[in-house]
């Protein structure tokens, strides 16, 4: 039901920062969840955060708590993911997704999610 298009991925240094955003095709509140996921060459694709828009709970994977934060405008039409101390790890294409807030009650990587995965945005961090 809702499209998504992601954007903000660059190359930086090991330590640096990027705030990647997914502008989404109708704003996106109530029962629904959002999430980032990333893929990089020789890895399965995880997802890595979400948040669920009608109070903004937010779920991190263990690899990222303390260095990503998610979070959604308060129109709630764009959705975001500020990535701080970067590390190489951290390459990957990054995709975001909407899915049913039931989503967001399961695990991390299970659910059900709307549309299909987009062009994604490249996130390379060198050393």
């Known amino acids: 039901q809702v499209g998504t298009v992601e954007s903000g991925g660059d190359s930086v240094q090991a330590g640096g920062s990027l705030k990647l955003s997914c502008t989404t095709s109708r704003s996106i509140g109530g029962s629904y969840c959002m999430a980032w996921f990333r893929q990089s060459p020789g890895h399965e694709r995880e997802e890595v955060a979400r948040?669920?828009?009608?109070?903004?709970?937010?779920s991190y994977v263990d690899s990222v708590k303390g260095r990503f934060t998610i979070f959604q405008d308060t129109a709630k039409k764009i959705l975001y993911l500020q990535m701080d101390s970067l590390k190489s790890e951290d390459t990957a294409m990054y995709y975001c997704?909407?899915?049913?807030?039931?989503?967001?009650?399961?695990?991390?990587?299970?659910?059900?999610?709307?549309?299909?995965w987009g062009r994604g945005t490249q996130v390379t961090v060198s050393s």
């Open positions: 948040i669920l828009a009608t109070d903004g709970t937010t």
């Open positions: 997704r909407a899915g049913p807030g039931a989503t967001c009650r399961g695990r991390m990587n299970r659910g059900t999610w709307f549309g299909y």
